[in-house]
Structure formats: C-alpha cells, structure tokens
C-alpha cells in the first residue's frame, strides 16, 4: 500500500529538490503538510491508525554530508500534524550505495538490495507503520525498507511519499 500526495512536477518538485539540494530545510513544512491533507483525504480511514511513522533512512555518511535526512525533516512535522509518533532509531542504512536518481528500475532494486537493517525490532513487533520517503519512482526503496520491517515483525507497513515520480521508463499510475 502507498500513498502519495502528489506528483512530482511544478512547485512539488521544486520544493523537494530545494530541500535535498540546496539545503531549504523550511521547505519540509509546506510538503509534511501537503502529505497530510492527502492521507486524510485518503479512501483508507484505516491508514490514519498507525503506531508510529519511520522515515526512510539514509547512510550516515549521506547525512554528515547533507546534514540532515529529508525524509526525517519530513516526518517531523508530518508527526506534529498527525499525533503519531516519530521512531527514527528502528530502521538504518547499513550500506552506502549510489543514489536511485538516473538508475533503471532493476538497477533501483539491486541498489538497495540489503542495504537497511533494523537496529530496534521492539520499536517494530507487532505495530502498525507508516514508512515516510520524499519521492516515490518505481518503489524500490520503500520496498526495500518495508521488507526488513516486515522482516522484525511489524503487522502493517504503509508506504507515504510526498510526491509520485512517473518520469522512468514503463511508469506508469
């Protein structure tokens, strides 16, 4: 299951590569607050009833880097707006891997093959989850990372993304 609030296109897009690129922290606000309008517009009330939401992470060389996870920005606010609990310490990136940007859809998935683990698995048994990524493209990542939370026990993974990326080969919605 996934949902997204929008594509990415126009101001969606601008905003995201602004915040991951060019470092407009503030740009996670407006974007959290996007994501949440579209899951309380949702036709699943269920996804609203979650334990805790786990941004995707990335590798901590990627983030001394950057200085911070978009994703976890993200879910900061989305977790103010929405009462569910930010759990940023249950899901790691173990590996450090090129990023996803200009890669095909099998190349994605080989690309983080195994490259999250859980470093938590209480934070994880038996609850209910969203699972925060900025862009979704052909779905490799949340997959990835929904995997190994499955994997320690979580009962429901719901997979969230600010923006739809239909811009690869063979997309489509």
């Given at each position: 299951?996934?949902?997204?609030?929008?594509l990415?296109?126009?101001g969606v897009?601008?905003a995201?590569?602004n915040l991951k690129f060019?470092?407009?922290?503030?740009?996670?606000?407006?974007l959290?607050e996007?994501?949440?309008?579209?899951?309380r517009?949702?036709?699943?009330?269920g996804w609203l009833?979650?334990?805790?939401l786990?941004p995707?992470?990335?590798?901590?060389?990627r983030?001394?880097?950057?200085?911070?996870?978009?994703?976890e920005?993200?879910?900061?606010?989305?977790?103010?707006?929405?009462?569910?609990p930010?759990?940023?310490?249950?899901?790691r990136r173990?590996l450090?891997?090129?990023?996803?940007v200009?890669?095909?859809?099998?190349?994605?998935v080989?690309?983080?093959?195994?490259?999250f683990?859980?470093?938590?698995?209480d934070?994880i048994r038996?609850?209910?989850l969203?699972?925060?990524?900025?862009?979704?493209?052909?779905?490799?990542t949340l997959?990835?990372?929904a995997?190994?939370?499955?994997?320690?026990?979580a009962?429901?993974?719901?997979a969230l993304a600010i923006?739809?990326d239909l811009?690869?080969e063979?997309?489509s919605?």
């Amino acid at each position: 299951m996934a949902v997204c609030a929008g594509l990415y296109a126009g101001g969606v897009r601008r905003a995201v590569l602004n915040l991951k690129f060019r470092r407009w922290q503030r740009a996670a606000i407006p974007l959290a607050e996007l994501l949440w309008r579209a899951l309380r517009q949702s036709e699943r009330a269920g996804w609203l009833e979650v334990d805790a939401l786990v941004p995707v992470p990335i590798h901590p060389l990627r983030r001394a880097l950057r200085g911070f996870n978009q994703a976890e920005l993200i879910a900061r606010r989305l977790s103010l707006l929405s009462g569910v609990p930010l759990c940023t310490d249950a899901l790691r990136r173990r590996l450090y891997r090129r990023p996803q940007v200009g890669l095909h859809q099998a190349q994605r998935v080989q690309n983080v093959q195994n490259a999250f683990e859980i470093a938590r698995p209480d934070r994880i048994r038996g609850r209910a989850l969203w699972l925060l990524d900025d862009v979704f493209t052909t779905g490799s990542t949340l997959d990835a990372c929904a995997h190994a939370l499955k994997q320690a026990g979580a009962r429901l993974v719901v997979a969230l993304a600010i923006a739809r990326d239909l811009s690869e080969e063979g997309l489509s919605l």
